[in-house]
């Protein structure tokens, strides 16, 4: 490996980090026609979209579609490829979308390469040229050496807000020393739905059920249990305060957790995800001590194996079939940006003429120990995101997208999810076609010329949703 010698590339737009976000950018910049570079620091793009989570906040809690564009056309995909499972109603708080993510990594590949991006895994990025407000070049880092890449855009889609840190943007991060949990998720294969739904049936008040009068839609929780089961798939959560994780949490048969969330990634293979593993309060940008997380997350994940095959009816004969490929970080840099999200806009379902995408998970800030904060949207509606909230302040020609976004902490508890990443993507990169489009390669007014009108405009003949949702 040589690094001693700096080369050179050039792009016409520069996305940095392939999760859902940048997959979301790097697929609109090309499909509208630019030169598109992706540096992805992992061995495969997609980020958490492939730990076999569902997608959050792509409907809101009244059943309604609010992410559409890029996202539909990636769920297509799946659709295809015959991982696609389905919008779910979880008879809790939300509605998610489940899908098999080993067939996530075919679609997200898939789209890629049909769209033309040229992709750079196994690539850091590790340094930023800067000068009067404007990103001049990206420093990446692989076996190939050092690269500078030049470009008149750049989109820090990397969940940390790596590259407007570097650049000299301000940021917030956790608060308090307080960060959301590090959680490693797995799946478990050769559960027997039937068993399980027939234990919500029989003693729902291990269960989180009905948070939100959208979803209550005043029920008991015994009816909604029924509904649970009428739908078929398991979509259940097992909650920390409940007598079941209560008692073994008591009886040092399990380790301190909110919840046992658990959703279908395939049903041919029986196969569902778990989000319930964590270590709170790390600041997962220290990467000694992210590292130090692995272990005891994976022991949780033999800790709550055998828990589930004892004590859990439907998982007697489960076994391990995934892990996330890396430990899934909630929490890190909300970068200062023109406007920042906040907790009321959330809450209130607040629509504004400057939204880019929406959002509308509840208010979901996970801590340590059996805690989680739950605070539904109003009226399971959902929120617009204002453009303003991806234009990092002082700087001119890169945006954020994705995790990283301008936030409060209880917004950002929301809006992280996977549907909005996808939603402020495509905006990202909508937006950059079109000033490159006006304004010609130097592109010198940068992402805060963007004229709104035209963006929403733009991103509503994509298919993106911005209008007509609660
Ligand atoms: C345990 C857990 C459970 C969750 N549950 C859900 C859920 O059920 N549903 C839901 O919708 N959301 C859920 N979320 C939230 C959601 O998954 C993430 O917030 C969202 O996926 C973030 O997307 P992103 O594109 O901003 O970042 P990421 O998906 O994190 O992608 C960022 C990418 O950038 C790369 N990168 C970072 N830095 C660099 C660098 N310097 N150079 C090059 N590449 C870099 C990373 O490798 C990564 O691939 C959960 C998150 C966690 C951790």
């Known amino acids: 490996m040589r690094t001693d010698q700096m080369q050179a590339w050039d792009t016409e737009v520069l996305v940095i980090g392939a999760g859902a976000a940048g997959v979301a950018a790097a697929v609109t910049a090309a499909r509208r026609g630019l030169d598109v570079t ?33 996202a539909t056309e990636l769920l297509d995909e799946c659709k295809r490829l015959g991982g696609y499972i389905g919008a779910l109603n979880d008879w809790r708080l939300i509605h998610y979308v489940c899908y098999d993510p080993e067939i996530m990594k075919l679609a997200v590949a898939n789209l890629l390469a049909r769209h033309g991006v040229k992709l750079l895994l196994h690539t850091f990025a590790y340094d930023v040229e800067h000068e009067h407000g404007r990103v001049k070049a990206v420093h990446i880092l692989n076996k190939q050496g050092r690269t500078r890449i030049t470009a008149p855009l750049f989109i820090d889609a990397s969940g940390d807000g ?76 097992l909650k920390g305060d409940g007598p079941l994780l209560a008692r073994a949490i008591e009886a040092g048969e399990l380790y301190p957790t909110a919840l046992i969330m658990i959703q279908p990634t395939s049903t041919e293979k029986r ?20 590292s130090t997380v692995l272990e005891p997350l994976s022991k949780q994940i033999e800790i709550c194996t055998n828990f589930m095959r004892k004590r859990v009816p439907g998982f007697e004969h489960a076994v391990l079939s995934g892990l996330a490929q890396r430990i899934g970080i909630r929490e890190t840099r909300r970068i200062a940006c023109d406007e920042t999200l906040s907790q009321e806009d959330v809450l209130s379902a607040r629509k504004r ?84 489009a006006e304004q010609g390669r130097s592109a010198e007014t940068g992402f805060r010329a963007m004229d709104i009108a035209q963006l929403r405009q733009a991103l509503a003949s994509d298919g993106a949703i911005l209008e007509g949702t609660h």
């Open 38 to 70: 992706l540096v992805e620091s992992g061995s495969m793009p997609g980020g958490e979209l492939l730990t076999g989570m569902a997608i959050d906040g792509a409907l809101n809690g009244c059943g309604e579609w609010v992410v559409g564009g890029f």
């Open 162 to 237: 790596d590259i407007a840190a570097m650049a000299g943007a301000s940021y917030l991060s956790g608060e308090n020393g307080q960060y959301q949990p590090l959680s490693l998720m797995f799946r478990l294969a050769n559960v027997n739905t039937g068993d399980l739904l027939d234990f919500l049936a029989r003693e729902p008040e291990h269960f989180a059920l009905g948070e939100s009068d959208a979803i209550r839609g005043g029920r008991s929780d015994q009816e909604i249990a029924q509904e649970v089961k009428k739908q078929g798939h398991p979509t259940v959560f």
């Open 353 to 436: 003429r400057d939204g880019i995408g929406k959002g509308s998970h509840h208010v979901d800030i996970h801590q340590d120990g059996i805690g989680q904060l739950r605070i539904p949207v109003e009226g399971g509606g959902s929120y617009d995101i204002p453009w303003g909230c991806l234009l990092p302040k002082g700087l001119d020609n890169l945006a954020v997208a994705g995790r990283c976004l301008s936030a409060d902490r209880p917004a950002h508890g929301s809006v992280r999810v996977m549907g909005p990443c996808m939603a402020m993507g495509q905006a990202a990169a909508t937006a950059a076609s079109l000033l490159l």
């Open 271 to 290: 196969e569902v995800c778990l989000n319930t593993t964590r270590v709170a309060n790390i600041d997962a940008t220290r990467t000694s001590e992210l």
